[in-house]
């Protein structure tokens, strides 16, 4: 009975250890990461995402739980034998932000926009190394994908990536998960703004395949919609 429980402890451990990153496929070179971090009492977790391309692994936005910075970069070396290249945030909060400085000094080339560059600046966050246009496109490897800023929202700054090829949305904390009951941290946001930024991007991008949310799950195709209506309830009860 006491070898069973030490046992029952030590995999307990290792449970908790592995969980603090999980991975998973989202389709072809597309990998969703999730990391947590704890808020007052509760541990609350952040997507993030990563795709392999010829040219190396490109990360958009880092791991929260400062960690998980390193083990990221090891799982996917031991995953795919690829080593990551570059970095994109999509807004200056720490959940997309913090491992930006770590990055940068590994030789991973680290992008942000000039705005959430000076309001990372202005909140003493970690800053990219490069500044990007707000609205661009990047070639990497065998891929091309868009940056697209759909207005204020979620925050001033926030920006989403579009995949036209694999019809990918990469949409941060812009965009709330369907799971989700409310629109979350609204310490810099603009719901009158967002609800208009929303519009923008469903009519831009209206034939998405997937969605990935800042957080939640991503496994459901609702998510832009049920952000809208999220945005349509809180300025109802105001």
Same mark, same amino acid.
């Given at each position: 009975?006491?070898?069973? $429980? ?7 451990? %290792?449970?908790?250890?592995?969980? !603090?990153?999980?991975?998973?496929? =989202? ?6 990461? +999730? ?6 009492g ?7 995402? #990563? ?5 190396? /692994? ?28 570059? %970095?994109?945030?999509?807004?200056f ?9 770590? #990055? ?6 680290? #992008? ?8 990372? !600046?202005?909140? +003493?966050?970690?800053?990219?190394? #490069? ?12 891929y ?20 036209? +090829? ?6 941060? %904390? $812009?965009? !709330?998960?369907?799971? /989700? ?11 009158a703004?967002? !609800?208009?930024?929303?519009?923008? =991007?469903?009519? +831009? ?31 109802? /009860?105001?």
């Amino acid at each position: 009975m006491k070898y069973l $429980f030490l046992l029952l402890l030590i995999s307990g451990h %290792c449970f908790s250890q592995e969980n !603090k990153l999980v991975i998973e496929r =989202l389709v072809g070179d597309f990998y969703i990461y +999730k990391t947590f971090h704890e808020h007052e009492g509760n541990r609350i977790s952040a997507n993030g995402m #990563y795709l392999l391309t010829k040219d190396g /692994a490109v990360l958009f936005d880092t791991p929260w739980d400062t960690t998980q910075f390193q083990p990221l970069l090891d799982s996917i070396w031991a995953k795919h034998r690829s080593l990551a290249t570059m %970095c994109l945030a999509t807004h200056f909060h720490e959940d997309r932000t913090a491992g930006l400085e770590y #990055y940068k000094n590994r030789h991973i080339l680290t #992008y942000s926009t000039k705005m959430t560059d000076d309001l990372s !600046k202005a909140h +003493k966050m970690k800053r990219s190394e #490069y500044i990007m246009p707000l609205d661009n496109t990047f070639s990497v490897g065998q891929y091309s994908f868009e940056i697209f800023y759909p207005g204020p929202g979620h925050s001033q700054d926030n920006i989403v990536v579009w995949f036209p +090829k694999d019809k990918v949305l990469y949409g941060g %904390c $812009f965009v !709330k998960g369907s799971e /989700a009951s409310d629109l979350g941290n609204l310490s810099d946001a603009n719901p009158a703004a967002w !609800k208009r930024s929303m519009m923008n =991007l469903i009519a +831009k991008y209206n034939n998405c395949k997937y969605v990935i949310p800042g957080q939640h799950h991503w496994k459901d195709q609702s998510s832009l919609t049920h952000t809208l209506r999220l945005i349509e309830n809180h300025l109802q /009860a105001k």
